[in-house]
């Protein structure tokens, strides 16, 4: 049986939608550039050095490309180097992937879209997650959605759930599960209401490691806030603007112990109703 969710009460509470902060200067030039503010300001530099990057990322991408085909052409490679090879390989592939899009999007290119498996992206994200994190976290797949096709790009959402996989890996430091479950879900509620009433594919990620703190909850998908040292702040904010792409959207809840984000998708016409009866195992 599909499920059907209520409007209200929510089960994941979506985070507060963020605003500039109190005392951040926005009369036009504050910034150095008529008409932004501060902020505005430093995204769009931040934009154009990104632009920047990409383009000679790009550059170096190609040449590790190349080292790793012909690492992949020595003799003699036992199975585990093999397949870290083409790991490295799909790595390179996938970074390059997202190198032209940052271009594509700067020239005013459509982004690719296309049916999309969710349980084909997961099985894949959940590989690449095993070979980040190693033996200590166990990633599992519960493909539970009996109709997982979406109209998106793969990549996108690939990234966007691997970047969910990580952060949920970098909670637990002393190990722990990383679960990928999908479920059909059928939204009721107005037509004006956001996402709308229809059918859905529902992600979600769940993890063991240290909860969210109440007050950072609310932040976490505020554009440069961070709580990790070395955190750059864009890792979430990113994942929510991929989801929103692609008609959907994201809430998280947390406790003391354990994280979990659930991703809403729409289910591709072309994916057709979800059989009755129980799931395959």
């Given at each position: 049986m599909r499920a059907v969710m209520r409007r209200t009460p929510r089960p994941l509470r979506?985070?507060?939608?963020?605003s500039p902060a109190r005392g951040t200067r926005d009369r036009a030039g504050s910034s150095g550039r008529p008409g932004l503010d501060a902020r505005s300001a430093r995204i769009l530099t931040i934009g154009e050095l990104a632009l920047g990057v990409a383009h000679d990322l790009g550059n170096q991408l190609a040449v590790i490309r190349a080292c790793a085909a012909q690492l992949g052409e020595l003799r003699g490679l036992d199975?585990?180097?093999r397949e870290a090879v083409a790991d490295l390989s799909i790595a390179v592939q996938r970074s390059a992937e997202l190198t032209r899009r940052v271009l594509d999007f700067a020239r005013g290119v459509?982004?690719?879209?296309?049916?999309?498996?969710?349980?084909?992206?997961l099985e894949r994200t959940a590989a690449l997650l095993r070979r980040a994190t190693g033996a200590q976290v166990r990633v599992a797949v519960e493909a539970g959605a009996r109709a997982p096709i979406v109209d998106g790009d793969p990549a996108?959402?690939?990234?966007?759930?691997?970047?969910?996989?990580?952060?949920?890996?970098?909670a637990?430091?002393?190990?722990?599960?990383?679960?990928?479950?999908?479920?059909?879900?059928?939204?009721?509620?107005?037509?004006?209401?956001?996402?709308?009433?229809?059918?859905?594919?529902?992600?979600?990620?769940?993890?063991?490691?240290?909860?969210i703190p109440p007050a950072d909850l609310a932040r976490v998908f505020e554009p440069f806030f961070t709580t990790k040292p070395s955190g750059t702040g864009l890792g979430l904010p990113i994942v929510r603007e991929v989801v929103e792409r692609h008609g959907g959207s994201i809430a998280v809840v947390s406790g003391t112990t354990g994280t979990t984000?659930?991703?809403?998708?729409?289910?591709a016409a072309t994916a057709g109703e979800p059989p009755e009866g129980p799931a395959a195992a």
């Open positions: 979506e985070a507060a939608p963020t199975p585990d180097a459509a982004p690719r879209r296309g049916p999309v498996d969710l349980h084909v992206v996108d959402l690939e990234n966007a759930l691997l970047n969910l996989g990580l952060n949920a890996s970098e637990m430091p002393r190990g722990g599960s990383v679960v990928f479950s999908t479920a059909d879900v059928e939204l009721d509620g107005e037509a004006s209401a956001s996402p709308p009433p229809g059918p859905y594919v529902r992600i979600v990620v769940a993890d063991e490691g240290v909860g984000f659930a991703v809403l998708l729409p289910r």
